[in-house]
C-alpha cells in the first residue's frame, strides 16, 4: 500500500511531494520542477533498532529512520480516517522554505511535524532526536523550533497560508 499527495504552486515553481507506505512517510521538495531537497517524516510500521538497509529486512527505499535516530516524542498522523498533512510555503530571502504539519483533530491545531528549504538537501524534522542522513533534528534548525511550534498551534485552521492534504489509505 502506497500514496502519494502533491502541493503545487505554479506562479513560484513550487512541488511537494509526501510520499507514504506500509513502512515510512517523506517528503521531496521541488523547485522549477529542480529536485532540492528531501525529510525523514516517521516511519508507519514501526522503528527498527537497527537499520533496514543494515539488516536487509523490510529493506527497500525509503527506508525506515532506526531507533537511534528517531524522537521518543513522536508526532505522528491519526486514524481513522484520515491523516490531515498541511503544507505552507514562505519564501526566506532567495530560498524556498516549506513547512509541513498534521492537524491534531482532537485540539484543532496544528503539530510543526517538518521543514523542507530549497538551500539544504536535508529537511529537519520534530521526529528526528539527531542528525541523519534522512533528517536533521529541530536541535540543529536556524531558527527556534521552540517559536515555530507555538505559532503553528495557534494558526487558525482556515488560515490561507497553507494547503490541507488529505492522507487516505
Known sequence: MQFVQSWDD???????????????????LFVNQEFKSMVWLYNTSGTPDIPDWVTGINYKAPCRNSSEFVSSQQIL???????????TKLRDSDACQVEIGIIDHSTNSLQLLAILREDQKCGWSNNASKDSCVAKSSDSMPFSAIEMNSCWKD???????????????
Not at 10 to 27: H, K, L, M, S
Not at 77 to 87: A, G, M, N, R, S
Open 77 to 87: 498522523p491519526q486514524e481513522p480516517p484520515h491523516d490531515l498533512v498541511v503544507i
Open 10 to 28: 505554479f506562479q513560484n515553481g513550487v512541488t511537494v511531494y509526501i510520499e507514504a507506505d506500509e513502512n515510512v512517510a517523506y517528503a521531496y
Open 155 to 169: 494558526k487558525p485552521r482556515d488560515d490561507k497560508d497553507y494547503h490541507v492534504l488529505e492522507m487516505t489509505k
